[in-house]
Nanobody, 114 residues
């Protein structure tokens, strides 16, 4: 089993920055890809950024150049640095871990005011 704990959400003005972190514990050696997704009411959860065990990153077009995903050397913590935030970035952000399963964190609210 893998457990994910997120932190770092909050309220920020447009143009500001936030950093989200996700700490993984348990059978972390089984994780192939970690990432961040977001969801707004009435909409499907969408991919924001992912990073593979080999370090390959992938970003949604809407966040390219503004968000950066990275992880620590032990591959136990994945972070999302969000710069130049826009009101349309407002959502609940979920950390994910994919191995022979898909595991989600509890979600953290990010609110960007105009």
């Amino acid at each position: 089993q893998v457990q994910l704990v997120e932190s770092g959400g909050g309220l920020v003005q447009a143009g500001g920055s936030l950093r989200l972190s996700c700490s993984a514990s348990g059978f972390i050696f089984t994780i192939n890809v970690m990432g961040w997704y977001r969801q707004t009411p009435g909409n499907q959860r969408e991919m924001v950024a992912t990073i593979s065990s080999g370090g390959t990153t992938n970003y949604a077009d809407s966040v390219k150049g503004r968000f950066t995903i990275d992880r620590n050397n032990a591959k136990t913590t994945v972070s999302l640095q969000m710069n130049n935030l826009k009101p349309e970035d407002t959502a609940i952000y979920y950390c994910s871990a994919v191995g022979p399963y898909v595991k989600w964190g509890q979600g953290t609210q990010v609110t960007v005011s105009a």
